[in-house]
């Protein structure tokens, strides 16, 4: 029988799979929820009460209300910028970043240089 740690895993990987970021992507966002993940895209993964004493130490004309921080964080999330494990207090958000494609050039360029190299 699967345990809730299987199904929460099983539940971050689809959400992996839906979508992601690449740095290019912070330009769109608002600037509330580019300092959010600029944050975020410091160290990747973040508790609820991390992110609200992170908040309280900035600077106070740069600092987000907990209302505001708790509306950025679940736009962040509905948008699958972020990907967000357990409730309120306890939970801890993630980066959803996009995984690179591989380069199929480097199977053409090694087998050209090869039948060069042979001749």
């Given at each position: 029988m699967p345990g809730v740690f299987d199904r929460l895993?099983?539940?971050i990987e689809n959400k992996q799979k839906e979508g992601g970021i690449t740095p290019l992507d912070l330009v769109e966002l608002s600037p509330t929820l580019r300092?959010?993940?600029k944050l975020m895209l410091r160290e990747l993964?973040?508790?609820?009460?991390?992110?609200?004493?992170?908040?309280?130490?900035?600077?106070?004309?740069e600092r987000l209300t907990p209302n505001?921080?708790?509306e950025a964080l679940a736009s962040l999330t509905e948008q699958?910028?972020?990907?967000?494990?357990?409730e309120k207090e306890k939970a801890i958000y993630k980066v959803n970043l996009k995984r690179?494609?591989?380069?199929?050039?480097?199977?053409?360029?090694?087998?050209?240089?090869d039948q060069k190299l042979k001749k």
């Amino acid at each position: 029988m699967p345990g809730v740690f299987d199904r929460l895993n099983k539940e971050i990987e689809n959400k992996q799979k839906e979508g992601g970021i690449t740095p290019l992507d912070l330009v769109e966002l608002s600037p509330t929820l580019r300092k959010i993940m600029k944050l975020m895209l410091r160290e990747l993964q973040m508790t609820y009460p991390r992110l609200r004493e992170v908040m309280d130490a900035m600077p106070e004309a740069e600092r987000l209300t907990p209302n505001s921080l708790d509306e950025a964080l679940a736009s962040l999330t509905e948008q699958f910028w972020l990907i967000r494990i357990g409730e309120k207090e306890k939970a801890i958000y993630k980066v959803n970043l996009k995984r690179k494609s591989g380069s199929t050039l480097a199977n053409g360029i090694w087998s050209s240089l090869d039948q060069k190299l042979k001749k």
